[in-house]
Each structure stands twice: as C-alpha cells, then as structure tokens.
C-alpha cells in the first residue's frame, strides 16, 4: 500500500494542473477557449446553442484529455523508471494503473469543474447541465483509460503526440454516442451505457498498457 501511495504522490505531483512539477493549465484553458468559441461559430441562436452546447462540452472535453498524452508514460520509459520498478518488483500493470488513476484526477474532474461556466457560455439550462455532469463523471474515467491505453502502445515511436490523438478519437465514439446522446433523451440509459463502457475500459487499461510498456522494452 505504501508502495501505492508514493506512486500515486509522484504521479499526482507530475500531473495535477498548476502542481510544483506538473503540466500547464493548458487542458482546462483548451476545453474553456472551444466553449467560448462555439457561440460565435454558430450565432447567438439561443435555442440552437442550448440544444447543441450539451454536446460541444462533451468533444472539448475529449479534446482537453488529447492534450497530456505525450506526457503520461514516455518520460518514464525513456528515462528507465519502469525498469527500475521492474527491479523492485513493481509490475508494470500496477504502475500503470495508479498512473491511470492520477490521469482522471489531473483532468476529470477539473473539467466536471470548468463545465458550469462554460455551460453558460454555450447556453445550456441547469437540466441539461446536471446530465452533462452525470455524463462526465461516468465519461471521464473512460476517456483516462483510452489515453493510457494509447500512450502505452505508442511510447516507444518518435513523435507520437499526433498519432495518439488521431488513435484515441474513434476509441472515444462510443463514449460520445452515449454520453452525448443521453442530453437528448435525457435518460438514464445513456449514462449507465457510458458508466458501462468506461468502466470497462478502466478495467482492461493496466493489463493492456503494463503489456503494451513491457513489448516495448523488449523490441
């Protein structure tokens, strides 16, 4: 356990927006910049902006959890942590798994946060806000878990920034599909599908990235 903790204290510390070591507030700002801008793209159609800010949230969320990608897991593997773990005796899967963890901790809920002003700036009412909420919290933890999945797969190539976004996309759909779509339902079965997928993705994200981390010492 204290082996755990330390781990997730690093990891936090390397992650979490505005942290003596951690990343920029680049994400937060990113998802703020594309609901400000959205209005003006489409016009100040009130009625338009409500029935279609649910969903703008939903992809500047998708977008803001691209952004730190390239820095999850590369700087670890480069720099031998992992093999020093592996000395120790730490599996790769735990590593990544508390890595996963301080990921949706650095982003998740920081955007749950960020999404009650941008809610006003995209025109959304308080019912459609409380279903974007719900949709994060069960949305997000997935979306931490493709982007561990892909920067594992892709920590061993040069440049891998672009192609992890272009990767992480089309695995995200069905997140979208169900957490967006249940604004217009309004449903509870749209959120218990996006709980569903997620935490499945959770679930399957340590085994896959700790594999995926040990093939590439390996090649």
Do not use: C
Not at 23 to 45: E, T
């Amino acid at each position: 356990m204290s082996t755990i903790a330390t781990l997730l204290k690093r990891d936090l510390a390397a992650l979490l927006p505005g942290s003596a070591k951690g990343n920029s507030l680049l994400p937060l700002l990113f998802f703020l910049a594309v609901a400000m801008l959205y209005p003006f793209a489409v016009g100040p159609d009130a009625a338009l902006l409500g029935a279609t800010g649910g969903g703008v949230i939903w992809v500047a969320a998708l977008l803001a959890a691209i952004l730190p990608l390239d820095r999850l897991l590369a700087p670890d593997v480069e720099s031998g942590f992992f093999d020093q773990w592996a000395l120790r005796g730490i599996a790769e899967e735990v590593v990544v798994a508390v890595r996963l963890l301080a990921h949706w901790l650095s982003f998740g809920p920081f955007i749950m946060l960020a999404a009650l002003p941008a809610s006003a700036l995209v025109g959304i009412d308080n019912a459609t806000l409380h279903v974007v909420l719900l949709g994060l919290l069960a949305g997000t933890p997935g979306l931490a878990a493709i982007g561990i999945i892909i920067a594992s797969v892709t920590v061993g190539i040069k440049g891998n920034a672009a192609l992890s976004g272009l990767l992480v996309i089309p695995l995200a759909v069905p997140l979208l599909i169900f957490g967006a779509g249940s604004l217009s339902t309004g449903g509870e079965g749209g959120l218990a599908l996006t709980g569903a997928i997620s935490l499945a993705l959770v679930a399957m994200a340590p085994f896959a990235g700790g594999a995926a981390i040990r093939a590439s010492r390996e090649s």
